[in-house]
């Protein structure tokens, strides 16, 4: 069954000229590119572009950032909660290997917070707050979709240093610690067919299903019934 428009096609190229039928008849089509967003805007700064666009239930605009140098990028980590661009943590966590290294990021993150003054030990401001919950946010999901990017030292010291700004509850410490020194793998369990000396060790004498001392008690019944050999001067009746 052919969709309708495509019937409307097929119709029209076998209608004999002069015979058309009342209405309209297709004979091509177009799809339109869907119309750009007229409420949305964009706003460039020294070191920025964005786009600003509506949020719904007259929320301020929301600002998602277009273009910017690495510095800003890294800027923006801690302020696109804030402006609503949600999807750029994820998309920038998944991408900046192309043009920066993990630790160049660490650096600049940590330098945004002394910037801030969330490494100062001093109350929060509302900005050094809010970076503080946005790095809460960013370190744990960091280390958890891309542990390889803490695999140097210098990428884990700085990740130390950031942790460190979230307090003694932040699990980031325990994680690089995790990766750094990763646990000890589990025994493996014990023998499923309960072969062994019961103690959970296997007996190093036993042969196939026999344990040792079996094996002599065996050995030993069979030279009792066997007889025992003479000397042959016995054997031919010398005296």
Not at 123 to 141: I, N, Q, S, Y
């Amino acid at each position: 069954m052919f969709p309708r428009a495509l019937r409307a096609l097929l119709e029209g190229a076998r209608t004999p000229p002069g015979r058309e039928e009342e209405g309209v008849v297709l004979s091509s089509y177009r799809a339109n590119p869907p119309n750009p967003d007229p409420q949305q805007t964009e706003l460039r700064e020294a070191d920025a572009v964005f786009w600003a666009a509506p949020r719904r239930y007259g929320a301020p605009h929301s600002r998602l950032l277009r273009a910017a140098p690495l510095p800003r990028l890294v800027r923006h980590l801690l302020e696109s909660r804030a402006l609503g661009d949600g999807a750029f943590v994820p998309a920038f966590l998944g991408t900046f290997r192309a043009f920066a290294r993990p630790h160049d990021v660490l650096r600049l993150l940590l330098q945004r917070m002394e910037e801030l003054g969330g490494l100062s030990g001093d109350p929060d401001t509302p900005a050094a707050a809010e970076a503080k919950r946005a790095l809460a946010e960013l370190l744990p999901r960091w280390l958890q979709d891309y542990p390889e990017d803490f695999g140097d030292a210098a990428a884990a010291a700085l990740a130390e240093r950031l942790g460190s700004a979230l307090g003694p509850d932040s699990d980031v410490g325990l994680r690089l610690r995790e990766l750094r020194d990763p646990p000890e793998p589990p025994e493996p369990p014990g023998d499923p067919y309960g072969v062994g000396d019961g103690d959970g060790d296997a007996d190093p004498l036993e042969i196939l299903s026999f344990q040792a001392q079996e094996v002599a008690e065996q050995l030993t019944l069979t030279e009792a019934v066997r007889p025992h050999s003479r000397p042959t001067s016995q054997i031919h009746g010398a005296p």
